[in-house]
């Protein structure tokens, strides 16, 4: 085996007296002072949020809390009913779903976003730079990622205030340009109305804020484990698992003729 | 199999036009002016917080997001090592292994101080009540949760300020003092310190605040996955992961005979 | 922080021309030489088993693979469903919840077998001893892991099978007596039958071939883990998970006035 | 939500008196009978498998059972150390690092073969179309997946032997002929030998019984399981988590002035 360099963590140390996070000692500059949203930017960007940073990046995180019963809640609850004893198990099996068919559409539509403008000129126009992203889609025949929704067909609701929030604070800039860009070019070569997505607001506005894309699907994570703890709560009052396992059985075996 | 009860959840909905969380309008009444701490505390207790409350709920979350180069963040970043495009998946190993060691002996000491003042009447002598849960753990030879500290052997210094934040916002009742309660009989019938740490001040206070003790390892699970995500980071950047497997793996089998 | 002591494994090494796990040579002595059960007896048992060993050990895995649509099933496929470029994140996802409701109970059974035998001298009565831990665990008011089964209630196919095995293979001793002899006394004092199931069965059968209690459970992970992968494939065909996403997902809110 | 079709699944059934597995009688066809690998084979395939594709597939099993002190053995003992209660989710977090790293390398050589020979008359020259994969890799200067290996530098020990075994069991066709072909094109275009690794004669012995590619992470994936399940059982006797952590933490953070 080759010699290994030696290992360094920056985020965290501690001693008999001390716990220091970041830099900021966590009893007197952080517990009481800074909340969970800015304590993970801190996490995430080693210095605490000035107060437009920190009002969208909530506004971010906020959204990606809770999608109501999704995949991930589901599985979350069905691990419950096996393991009441581990609810950080039953959390942990709902975020194992978070790949690349939700979180990760986000994840690539930040990843294109802030690649595409790092590797333009500052006078770069935004329309010509879109069109060609939308040509480059359409040859590979692949989904724009940030485009669409099954459900909000007219438009999905989050978007608009989100780009409201970065625009308030501050930081409605290129990529939330480009992110609208884009969907202007695609709703003109495809004949149809694919409207942002909070997928794709979401991109543009965490670019916007610094966020590199590989973090945007661990915002994703940090979020949605608030919400599965949500969901394990109420199962454990009020379940549903059991009956939603019951019928599937039942189902998916009666066509056997037994 | 027996015919199940319909299934119903009560914490969020949407439709083509509205996505509802706990009754709030999401994009007019979440995004942009509730952050990620209060927007837990809403999945959680079903409301916003009033400001006192956020401000103790946000201290309890952020004492819990980073531990520093714990059990956890190496089991993140070994998984994150083998499977770097499924960066939920090394939140999820990580997340695992909060269980009965760590994180239990929180949701230990709330459901103690829990369970021991439901039972207990009005008036009831916060000593007499304390000595005897002393003396019930010395009977089971039970190490008592939330006291002492491998490392802080003086006291945590996170323990002082949570309480300090809580008195400061109305929510130093009954569990806080019977937390320190059960620290002085502890100490007495010892001999020797054991100082309240900040487990069983996070017991003590969330208790106040009125969050069940089933909640509590949620909390740590909810704020650990922030942390992990910080980790994951850092390990792309400036990884450590490779270091610490070639060097265990050399030292575990250097003993045999070859 | 302490010195810790030295590392050390004694599972499996290898260098550059040789690959040794358990002390064999895993080219020449292992692979098209041993089986898949055989090669998990290996790796719990250090060495390999006798012919008889092998057949009741594979009985007993074989057992465990295979339970159909349960909830460690559906959790599976819903992770696949969000991320299915991560088929070992769906498979560990499912494997979380195989805790104590349903694995629990075969490592409960094993665990009390094995704890009451050791405890007794080798002339024990064993239909006294029956009865004393039957009658412990009805003044506990706690159920009696191993007995009863909510589907198969006229006797679980599986367990006089696994009877049969243990028996033709010389590992019929103690403790399949003594779960035989708990079933009856059960019977007797509940008045009503409560047949020994499979996870009683295999409790009883895995302590006869020297299975400590702690790795039944560990047996029946393995196990599974290879049911699930068969879940995924399926899933991959044809699958099920949006279905029973969007149906849970419809239902469980449709009571919200909107 | 659309509507959704019915579910079904063609994996097992039970009713009160029977419990069948891919058409067989769980406790009269198979347990007793069937060893783990052939369980597995059932599982994937639908059927038994013939007693040649039995050594053969068991031999692909046993050889991804164990391979040390790997980065999942560390994540599955760390989150033993901190959850000892749930064994499962310690082999939960080991199996989430199968990812792209190490169970992808055999998952894409095998795709690669498959969708090679599939497009590929039969009568293909097996040597051409090696030299035009070889060269197409080199094109987009990606790795060759299942040649190579840090340790085994001289070959891997593991491949002769598995393509001995497929040899010896009429297994040896045209994915090995050109595993083998494009072993000796990379070696005459890069100059150096870059025998096939364990990982690339698994790739092509899976194709040649008939393993979808889809399918070879998840004999990965459940074989791995079996070897995780020993690794905890070392861990619970003899531990080694709590000192690399210990001296992971201690040097990572012994660089901060403090």
């Not at 409605?172 to 860009?181: I, K």
């Not at 495809?190 to 590199?212: D, F, H, M, Y």
Request: aromatic share 6%; hydrophobic share 45%.
């Amino acid at each position: 085996m080759p010699n290994e360099p030696a290992i360094r963590s920056n985020i965290a140390w501690s001693d008999a007296e001390r716990i220091v996070v970041r830099g900021l000692d966590l009893p007197s500059e952080i517990i009481g002072k800074v909340n969970l949203g800015d304590m993970a930017y801190l996490e995430i960007f080693g210095r605490l949020p000035k107060p437009e940073e920190s009002t969208v990046f909530n506004a971010l995180a906020v959204t990606l809390v809770e999608h109501g019963l999704t995949p991930s809640a589901i599985a979350t609850r069905m691990t419950y009913l096996g393991a009441p004893e581990s609810m950080q198990a039953a959390v942990a099996a709902g975020l194992c779903g978070l790949g690349t068919v939700f979180a990760g559409s986000m994840e690539e539509a930040a990843k294109v976003l802030q690649e595409a403008l790092a590797a333009a000129p500052a006078e770069t126009d935004i329309d010509a730079l879109a069109a060609a992203m939308v040509a480059d889609y359409r040859a590979r025949k692949r989904t724009i990622p940030g485009l669409g929704h099954n459900l909000h067909k007219q438009g999905d609701p989050r978007t608009p205030r989100l780009f409201e929030v970065a625009r308030e604070n501050g930081f409605c800039g290129r990529y939330v340009l480009l992110m609208q860009a884009i969907e202007r070019q695609a709703g003109k070569v495809t004949g149809r109305r694919l409207p942002i997505n909070a997928t794709g607001a979401i991109a543009a506005v965490a670019s916007e804020i610094g966020l590199p894309w590989i973090a945007t699907r661990g915002l994703a994570v940090m979020a949605r484990a608030i919400g599965l703890v949500a969901h394990i709560l109420e199962e454990s009052r009020s379940p549903m698992a059991k009956a939603i396992w019951y019928r599937s059985e039942a189902e998916a075996t009666n066509h056997i003729e037994k």
